[in-house]
């Protein structure tokens, strides 16, 4: 098996490890779009008055949900450096979480590799290739390793989600909506064993020794936007670093459509047990 590499002229931002958001810092990115009405009743859109749920159940339950269905992924990772530089990498595409199948394309303007497409299916990822145009590597799912902070490994929607559902100390932040759909949000942290989830041993190490530089901590919150039908229609994870901090933010849509993915020939695929670099985390 061979260790495949995308690399980027850009990387650094992205595998530099110093990202985040802290817990305790205002909403960002897409949140500051939404108009947030403070309620004291602590319940989620749609939810009955009588609903004993806390709003940590409410979060894990939206979140078991969506995995127990197919949803369209929109997602964002956004990495800013102490510098003030900043990388967007985005990804999008229909997924199927109850069957564990889905395609997603990959963006991030500016890299040397600018563009990827991946295929999930029957326990194996894919992934396109430039060189030679055509042709794919292929990795088993369970084998692929998140190589910096708060990238799911391959893109893995069911990753983030995982990491969303670990989220503790939870409070809710009443109602707002999202492209005109009522929804709720609940804020709350993450732990370093949920930031460190399927993260490489190498990249571990890098995250150990700056988690000691900051004190024995790495600043986290998650932010999850809970819709009338009780799913989540936006997830956001947060994660600051000396250096520089990361926000992951993954909108759900067109929940229960059926997803089609077309798996490439075995003779234009490359297997391999280890892939890294800018586009596949």
Request: charged residues 25%; hydrophobic residues 35%.
């Amino acid at each position: 098996m061979r260790r495949i590499t995308m690399s980027s002229a850009a990387a650094v931002l992205l595998l530099a490890l110093g990202t985040g958001c802290s817990s305790g810092s205002s909403e960002s990115g897409s949140s500051e779009k939404a108009r947030v009405t403070e309620k004291s009743s602590g319940k989620a859109a749609g939810a009955k008055a009588s609903d004993p749920k806390r709003p940590v159940d409410i979060v894990r339950a939206a979140i078991t949900k969506a995995r127990a269905t197919s949803a369209r992924i929109d997602e964002t990772v956004v990495t800013r450096g102490g510098g003030g530089e900043e990388s967007t990498l985005s990804l999008a595409g229909p997924f199927d979480l109850a069957a564990d199948k889905g395609k997603l394309s990959i963006d991030f303007p500016g890299g040397a590799v600018d563009h990827m497409d991946e295929v999930f299916s029957g326990g194996k990822v894919y992934l396109s290739r430039t060189v030679p145009k055509g042709h794919w590597t292929v990795i088993d799912r369970d084998k692929a390793r998140a190589h910096s902070l708060l990238r799911a490994p391959l893109n893995d929607p069911e990753h983030v989600l995982r990491q969303a559902s670990a989220i503790r100390d939870v409070s809710d932040r009443g109602t707002t909506t999202i492209d005109g759909r009522p929804v709720h949000l609940y804020r709350g942290a993450l732990d370093y064993r949920t930031l460190t989830l399927g993260v490489a041993d190498e990249s571990r190490k890098q995250l150990e020794t700056a988690r000691k530089a900051m004190g024995g901590g790495l600043p986290a919150s998650a932010m999850v936007w809970v819709d009338e039908e009780g799913r989540p229609a936006r997830v956001e994870l947060s994660a600051a670093q000396h250096t520089g901090y990361v926000t992951v933010t993954m909108n759900l849509t067109d929940f229960g459509k059926p997803v089609k993915v077309r798996i490439p020939a075995a003779s234009r695929t490359t297997p391999t047990d280890s892939v890294s670099g800018v586009l596949p985390g």
